[in-house]
Structures are given as C-alpha cells and as structure tokens.
C-alpha cells in the first residue's frame, strides 16, 4: 500500500522560529510537492522537487525552503516562522512520468504559529 | 477534526441518493483530471481520473464525465453513504506535461441519515 507519511499531525510553533516539517514516501516517487492549504483558497504549491537536490518553486514560496537529500525524503523549512504561515501543510508524491500522474498526500501537518 | 474550508459551497444529500458534484476547469488544452477526496483532519486520496479522449469513466460507485466543449466535470457518487461525506475537489495539470497540478477549491457533501 503506497504511503506518504508527515513527521508530526500538529505543531505549535512561536514567531521567529525555524521550523522542520518532514516528509517520508516509501513509493520511490521521483516527484515530491508541499502545499499548504486554507479555507477558500485550496490547495497552493509551495516548492516542489523532481529528483535529488532539484528543487523548484511554486506559487507562494516565500518564507519557506525545502530540501532533498535523499529520494524518500523532502523536507519543508520555515526559516523564521511567522503567524501568517499558520496553516495546514500537505505533502505529496508522485512518479517522474510527466502528465497523467496522480499526486499522493500526506495526512498533513497543522501548524500553528504564535 | 480540523475544518479544510470554512467557506466551501455545500452539497446536502440524503443516504441512498446520488449524488452529483461539479467542477470547471479553466484550460482547453488540459489533458488529464483527477478528483479528489478530503476527509476531515486527513490527506488528499484519489478517487477517479479521466484523460481528455474519454468522455465518460466509471470507477466503483463513482462516475466522472467531463464536457470538453463547456470546461465541466462532474463526479458522480451513487447511494450516497455517510462515509462519503468529505470535501471533494478536481486537478488539472498547470500545462501538458507537467507535473504540476491547479486544484479546485472543492465542494463539502454532507450525508444525510
């Protein structure tokens, strides 16, 4: 059964922090995705990765950056966490083949920043 | 749980009914869509895709249609059960041979006993 597991279901975090959320795919997906998502807005991508150490940005990267040592493995930073990064953080795979490919999420991360 | 969208336009369906779900999308050229389905407190699961050369594609209980002409896609969902109520949403590439995806911002159906 194929599976994207976040390193914690919730977070509460103060202003100025760094912030680690991780995430683990055991599908050996080469694509990797965070989005964090808010009432109203959907789904908004925050960095993706196609393969080891690749990254790109999405629509809303500021204040975050990612990191992808390992293929199983990418991992979303908050540098200085701010309230505004409030949120919840999904992050999701899927294979290198592009089009046609469905994304597979996480049970996401509720961060909360005060 | 935790509420996925405050604000999201609610489809209210009694138990045993069908249910239809719509979504339009806004590029002509998108070949590919998914619809997903979000439980509350829980991840994003895939429930159906259809590429763009089909016009109709029916999985267990779920039907999709997509309307190229007028940039629709519905997900049909029949004897509607509890266990069904969750926030449904569709995706579409950002552009042909991406891997990217827009999502919709979905519709809540609510299961009525």
Known sequence: DVKVTQSSRYLVKRTGEKVFLECVQDMDHENMFWYRQDPGLGLRLIYFSYDVKMKEKGDIPEGYSVSREKKERFSLILESASTNQTSMYLCASSRGTPGGNEQFFGPGTRLTVL | ?113
């Open chain 2, 1 to 113: 749980g935790e509420s996925v969208g405050l604000h999201l336009p609610t489809l209210s369906v009694q138990e045993g009914d069908n249910s239809i779900i719509n979504c339009a999308y806004s590029n002509s050229a998108s070949d590919y869509f998914i619809w997903y389905k979000q439980e509350s407190g829980k991840g994003p699961q895939f429930i159906i895709d259809i590429r763009s050369n089909m016009d109709k594609r029916q999985g267990q209980r779920v039907t999709v249609l997509l309307n190229k002409t007028v940039k629709h896609l519905s997900l049909q969902i029949a004897a509607t059960q509890p266990g069904d109520s969750a926030v449904y949403f569709c995706a579409e590439p950002v552009a042909s041979g991406t891997y990217k995806y827009i999502f919709g911002t979905g519709t809540r159906l609510k299961v009525l006993a």
